[in-house]
């Protein structure tokens, strides 16, 4: 069975704060991958990275950055110095060979406040 | 615009009414996928296609649900008999290639409410 938990339902920070999304996941298959997606506002799904279960180097974008442990099954995402436009609902998922398509967290919501 | 589109973006409806939506991927992405939203929860697979062959079938979709993509391009979801729980928000992505560890693009989803 696949399974993404995102145990933070919502999270409220102040303009420049730095904040951690976390995200824990399930999987039997030894081959996978892992996503994160921002839905803002207008409600479009927007890709922001891919990782498959082989590359287990952090990733950094700018202000975002990507902490993936397999022995912890996590796959958090920062983001440094936060702005008004992060706030949204973000979705860490996971794809293995033994699923058709995404398997979605439930979201956590950001608030960012000026 | 050449991302994925969808349309009705909104439709309202009473319970036991037919309803389609339609789903236009991005030109050459031969993989569509339908997902469900319900408030507070992340998207849940519905279907997919690779090119005009449906390939999966969730057990969310029940008997009262169809969708087709007859000539490998648009797609459509048919609901029938709708039902109050059937309110969501339908979302559809398409992919190029013909794995799901491709990147999916989103389209803005059609949001149905069921009186």
């Known amino acids: 069975a696949q399974k993404v938990t995102q145990a933070q339902t919502e999270i409220s920070v102040v303009e420049k704060e730095d904040v951690t999304l976390d995200c824990v996941y399930e999987?039997?298959?030894?081959?996978?991958?892992l996503f994160w997606y921002k839905q803002p506002p207008s409600g479009e799904l927007v890709f922001l990275i891919r990782?498959?279960?082989?590359?287990?180097q952090n990733e950094i974008s700018g202000r975002y950055s990507w902490n993936f442990q397999k022995s912890t099954s996590s796959f958090n995402f920062t983001i440094t110095a936060s702005q008004v436009v992060d706030s949204a609902v973000y979705f860490c998922?996971?794809?293995?060979?033994?699923?058709?398509?995404?398997?979605f967290g439930k979201g956590t919501s950001l608030l960012v406040t000026p | 615009d050449t991302g994925v589109s969808q349309d009705p973006r909104h439709k309202i409806t009473k319970r036991g009414q037919n309803v389609t939506f339609r789903c236009d991927p991005i030109?050459?992405?031969?993989?569509l996928y339908w997902y469900r939203q319900t408030l507070g929860q992340g998207p849940e697979f519905l279907t997919y296609?690779?090119?005009?062959?449906?390939?999966?079938k969730s057990r969310l979709l029940s008997d009262r649900f169809s969708a087709e993509r007859p000539k490998g391009s648009f797609s459509t979801l048919e609901i029938q008999r709708t039902e109050q729980g059937d309110s969501a928000m339908y979302l559809c992505?398409?992919?190029?290639?013909?794995?799901?560890?491709?990147?999916?693009?989103f389209g803005p989803g059609t949001r149905l409410t069921v009186l």
């Open positions: 992505a398409s992919s190029l290639g013909t794995s799901g560890y491709n990147e999916q693009f």
């Open positions: 999987t039997r298959d030894t081959t996978y991958y």
């Open positions: 990782r498959n279960s082989f590359d287990e």
């Open positions: 998922a996971l794809y293995s060979n033994s699923g058709y398509a995404l398997n």
């Open positions: 030109s050459e992405h031969n993989r």
């Open positions: 296609f690779q090119n005009e062959a449906q390939l999966e």
